[in-house]
């Protein structure tokens, strides 16, 4: 079965950047996974930050980035912000119609 | 502005059927090229894909549910909904419904705030 790698937990100063990564147990991470990168809060709906690898969804800040670093999707936050304390989730598609969401990262801005 | 509300008991007893529904609210679901998908988390877990159906009935699941999981659309109530046959404690998990686009870029663009089910006797 393959699995979706993340960080469990990370954290991050206020003003620094931090680089979140996304994997695969069986296969580089590339761009026709179409990775894609969701914001969670406790309680609240997840949110979407990036997709198809690089794209900023509507109103995200221009300091979340997404690219593909070595063999991994990434998701880089610039000049972090108290706020941005959340659970970041990838998820790839494998194809056949199957999606498949990392265990998510717990990051702390401290 | 469209959204999504899950609906459906909080209390499902061991080896019965989950079901549970998602109405789409401000825009049709027949509308754009979108999938629309029931997602779940369990508590202080991560996020599972169980499954999706396009407006046309088609679906496809989560290979390690396929055997459990229905998911239908009735477009007339602007619905989708989802069964869960055969639960255990481990179905415990808050449910999100979940629109998916499709095309060009794939990725989920909206999500519900989700409802938390419980197997419990």
């Known amino acids: 079965q393959t699995v979706v790698t993340q960080e469990p937990s990370f954290a991050v100063s206020p003003g620094g950047t931090v680089t979140l990564t996304c994997g695969l147990s069986?296969?580089?991470?590339?761009?026709?996974?179409?990775p894609s990168w969701y914001q969670q809060t406790p309680g609240q709906a997840p949110r979407t930050l990036i997709y198809?690898?690089?794209i900023r969804s509507s109103g995200v800040p221009d300091r979340f980035s997404g690219s593909i670093l070595g063999n991994k999707a990434a998701l880089t936050i610039t000049g972090a912000q108290a706020d941005d304390e959340s659970v970041y989730y990838c998820?790839?598609?494998?194809?056949?119609?199957?999606?498949?969401f990392g265990g998510g990262t717990k990051l702390t801005v401290l | 502005q469209v959204q999504l509300q899950e609906s459906g008991p909080g209390l499902v007893k061991p080896s019965q059927t989950l079901s549970l529904t998602c109405t789409v609210s401000?825009?049709?679901?027949?509308?754009?090229?979108?999938?629309w998908n029931w997602i779940r988390q369990p508590a202080g877990k991560g996020l599972e894909w169980i499954g999706r159906?396009?407006?046309?009935?088609?679906?496809n699941y989560n290979p390690s549910l396929r055997s459990r999981v229905s998911i239908s659309v009735d477009t007339s109530k602007n619905q989708f909904s989802l069964n869960l046959s055969s639960v255990t404690a481990a179905d415990t998990a808050v449910y999100h419904c979940?629109?998916?686009?499709?095309?060009?870029?794939?990725?989920?663009?909206?999500w519900g705030r989700g409802t938390l089910v419980t197997v419990s006797s």
């Open positions: 979940a629109r998916l686009v499709a095309g060009i870029h794939w990725y989920f663009d909206l």
């Open positions: 401000g825009g049709s679901i027949s509308s754009g090229s979108y999938y």
């Open positions: 159906v396009y407006t046309s009935g088609g679906t």
């Open positions: 069986s296969d580089s991470v590339s761009t026709s996974y179409s």
């Open positions: 198809s690898t690089n």
């Open positions: 998820v790839l598609y494998l194809g056949r119609a199957i999606w498949v």
